[in-house]
């Protein structure tokens, strides 16, 4: 199955936007080797917007002769000899949204171009398309054009969460769609996207199908295309915690040759990647909220059984005490539970109830807590 899981990876936008050229994706691609990524699961090497010309060739899509010389196809080869995937991208108007030729009207042409390159991803924009046009009716033309070519092709999606996709993306064959407005690297923009618009989508993802809340800005500092100040350390652990939890996607966006530890280490993190992999292919929810004055608690269930807890300080106090009861989750209070506390690395035994941690202001702590057999 394509994407039983979160598909991982990294996509060229948020630091690079226009900026882009085969040279980047080489270096981008023998970096996700080199630091580890592409073995914590990170395989899906993206190149989003302005890969291509300004204008067709006989009728086909082709890439900027002087930035992709080399041409898409044997782009894609070095990219597999790496042992990573390769994903591309266009759009579902006339054009992308940076006014370069996308696929309306070309959608098998290009799905069968994309197949012959060996392509393993396509993310499709929505702009440029015409005024009332109906999206699902496009989407699920690129969906058909896909499944055609008889290659795996996972099938990702962005109209920005315009049109309700959760309730109809899976059934034009796409395996993750936008549910919101593009990230930028701030801490308002990730607590928007993150906490306030993922309400509610939990029972729309599992395996196969994912809500997507857009690529990471984890690592990024203000560096980028759509660069801000960036966030704190603290808002980044919180920021990769949150979309773990939410079974998101992970799509990096900072530049991976040129990482600082907490970054690469926070990327590489086992236990947090393990709780998005999890192969239940829940989607975490919030279970508790005290609203914007305190702190927010998200839950996923997981396979073994055992609940994989958030607990955020979104407050500007630091060391702030904030408690999980049992209930939020369904357990019996006088459960006995193991309480994993990952971000410390604590491990208490036979605890009932409820199990509290001081967390830093914008920082989250996050748990596994596993039921005790009795
Ligand atoms: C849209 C998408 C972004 C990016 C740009 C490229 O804004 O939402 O993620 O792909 O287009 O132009």
Same mark, same amino acid.
């Given at each position: 199955?394509?994407?039983?899981?979160?598909?991982?990876?990294?996509? %060229?936008?948020?630091?690079?936007?226009?900026?882009?050229?085969?040279?980047?994706?080489?270096?981008?691609?023998?970096?996700?080797?080199?630091?580890?990524?592409?073995?914590?699961?990170?395989?899906?090497?993206?190149?989003?917007?302005?890969?291509?010309?300004?204008?067709?060739?006989?009728?086909?899509?082709?890439?900027?002769?002087?930035?992709?010389?080399?041409?898409?196809?044997?782009?894609?080869?070095?990219?597999?000899?790496?042992?990573?995937?390769?994903?591309?991208?266009?759009?579902?108007?006339?054009?992308?949204?940076?006014?370069?030729?996308? %696929?309306?009207?070309?959608?098998?042409?290009?799905?069968?171009?994309?197949?012959?390159?060996?392509?393993?991803?396509?993310?499709?924009?929505?702009?440029?398309?015409?005024?009332?046009?109906?999206?699902?009716?496009?989407?699920?033309?690129?969906?058909?054009?896909?499944?055609?070519?008889?290659?795996?092709?996972?099938?990702?999606?962005?109209? @920005?969460?315009?049109?309700?996709?959760?309730? @109809?993306?899976?059934?034009?064959?796409?395996?993750?769609?936008?549910?919101?407005?593009?990230?930028?690297?701030?801490?308002?923009?990730?607590?928007?996207?993150?906490?306030?618009?993922?309400?509610?989508?939990?029972?729309?993802?599992?395996?196969?199908? @994912?809500?997507?809340?857009?690529?990471?800005?984890?690592?990024?500092?203000?560096?980028?295309?759509?660069?801000?100040?960036?966030?704190?350390?603290?808002?980044?652990?919180?920021?990769?915690?949150?979309?773990?939890?939410?079974?998101?996607?992970?799509?990096?966006?900072?530049?991976?040759?040129?990482?600082?530890?907490?970054?690469?280490?926070?990327?590489?993190?086992?236990?947090?990647?393990?709780?998005?992999?999890?192969?239940?292919?829940?989607?975490?929810?919030?279970?508790? %909220?005290?609203?914007?004055?305190?702190?927010?608690?998200? /839950?996923?269930?997981?396979?073994?059984?055992?609940?994989?807890?958030?607990?955020?300080?979104?407050?500007?106090?630091?060391?702030?005490?904030?408690?999980?009861?049992?209930?939020?989750?369904?357990?019996?209070?006088?459960?006995?539970?193991?309480?994993?506390?990952?971000?410390?690395?604590?491990?208490?035994?036979?605890?009932? /109830?409820?199990?509290?941690?001081?967390?830093?202001?914008?920082?989250?702590?996050?748990?596994?807590?596993?039921?005790?057999?009795?």
């Amino acid at each position: 199955m394509i994407a039983s899981t979160p598909p991982m990876g990294w996509n %060229s936008w948020n630091t690079f936007g226009p900026n882009i050229d085969e040279n980047l994706i080489l270096e981008t691609a023998d970096a996700l080797v080199e630091t580890g990524l592409r073995d914590a699961g990170y395989r899906y090497l993206v190149v989003d917007d302005v890969w291509m010309a300004p204008e067709r060739k006989n009728g086909l899509l082709v890439p900027d002769p002087e930035r992709f010389s080399m041409g898409i196809g044997p782009l894609v080869q070095e990219v597999h000899d790496r042992g990573l995937l390769f994903g591309i991208y266009s759009s579902a108007g006339t054009h992308t949204c940076e006014d370069l030729p996308a %696929s309306y009207g070309f959608e098998q042409v290009d799905a069968d171009t994309f197949a012959e390159w060996e392509v393993d991803f396509l993310k499709y924009d929505f702009c440029h398309t015409a005024a009332g046009a109906d999206p699902v009716a496009l989407y699920r033309r690129m969906g058909q054009a896909l499944r055609a070519t008889g290659r795996d092709i996972l099938y990702s999606i962005c109209e @920005w969460g315009a049109n309700q996709p959760w309730e @109809w993306a899976s059934s034009v064959g796409a395996h993750m769609w936008r549910t919101t407005e593009d990230i930028v690297d701030s801490w308002e923009s990730v607590s928007r996207l993150g906490f306030e618009l993922q309400t509610d989508l939990h029972p729309y993802a599992g395996p196969g199908h @994912w809500n997507d809340p857009d690529m990471l800005v984890v690592g990024m500092h203000g560096k980028g295309h759509v660069g801000r100040t960036g966030l704190t350390d603290a808002e980044y652990r919180s920021h990769f915690a949150l979309w773990c939890l939410l079974a998101s996607p992970l799509m990096i966006g900072c530049d991976v040759r040129s990482m600082d530890d907490a970054t690469r280490h926070l990327l590489l993190d086992e236990s947090l990647i393990a709780i998005n992999q999890d192969p239940l292919g829940r989607q975490g929810y919030r279970a508790s %909220s005290h609203g914007h004055t305190h702190g927010e608690t998200w /839950a996923k269930a997981l396979a073994d059984g055992s609940w994989a807890v958030g607990i955020f300080n979104r407050t500007e106090r630091p060391g702030e005490f904030l408690t999980v009861g049992w209930e939020l989750f369904g357990l019996k209070v006088d459960t006995a539970a193991t309480v994993h506390n990952l971000s410390t690395g604590r491990i208490d035994h036979g605890v009932v /109830a409820s199990f509290g941690t001081r967390v830093d202001s914008h920082d989250v702590h996050v748990l596994r807590i596993t039921p005790e057999r009795t």
